[in-house]
């Protein structure tokens, strides 16, 4: 069982930067690849970005490819999503999860979720 939570979530004008943590519980996240998604009102969510579980492989989106940078500290139990050059349409509810083995950008294919933060980026 892996508990995940996120921060790091706000107001932020165009252009500017956040970044998200997302702590994991449990003594396996260092086996687990990890990933975030996001959901906009109206709209289905969207996969962000992927780690493996070593850190070695990293998957984007073309949306926020070269702006969004995604990393692990496996001793901290922790994810983050650096995001840089933010746009009004980042403007979204951002979610962390994880699952044991390759990472993957579908969301229906990890089985641990965090309860997600509030990102908006108004122009």
């Known amino acids: 069982q892996v508990q995940l939570v996120e921060s790091g979530g706000g107001l932020v004008q165009a252009g500017g930067s956040l970044r998200l943590s997302c702590a994991a519980s449990g003594r396996t996240f260092s086996s687990y690849a990890m990933g975030w998604f996001r959901q906009a009102p109206g709209k289905e969510r969207e996969f962000v970005a992927a780690i493996s579980w070593s850190g070695g492989s990293t998957y984007y989106a073309d949306s926020v490819k070269g702006r969004f940078t995604i990393s692990r500290d496996n001793a901290k139990n922790t994810v983050y999503l650096q995001m840089n050059s933010l746009k009004p349409e980042d403007t979204a509810i951002y979610y962390c999860?994880?699952?044991?083995?390759?990472?993957?950008?579908?969301?229906?294919?990890?089985?641990?979720w965090g309860q997600g933060t509030q990102v908006t980026v108004s122009s």
């Open positions: 999860a994880a699952k044991p083995g390759p990472v993957v950008k579908t969301h229906y294919e990890y089985d641990y």
